[in-house]
């Protein structure tokens, strides 16, 4: 599948969940993907517990984060060596 047919499964609608980028046909946030994967659930757990869930819509949300922080300039909070 290709990188634009992924992004296609995230999706925006200001009516839902206040117009972060979801899975489109859930309230799932690519947020919340992310961070389930950033506290070390697997990919299959994930899969198990959200059955609706496929393998693209996760590699959708860390690929739409990836973009996501590509396009962001990152301002330190402190000085380094300080």
Known sequence: MSNQDLLERI????D???GKPVIKGTRLTVQFIVGLMAQGAAM????GEYKDLVRDDILACL???????????????TKEGV
């Not at 299959?44 to 899969?47: K, P, R, T």
């Not at 690929?63 to 909070?77: G, I, K």
Request: net charge negative; charged share 25%.
């Open 11 to 14: 999706v925006l609608n200001h």
């Open 16 to 18: 839902t969940m206040v």
């Open 44 to 47: 299959d757990e994930i899969l």
């Open 63 to 77: 690929l739409f984060a990836q973009e996501a922080l590509e396009r962001t300039d990152f301002v330190p909070l």
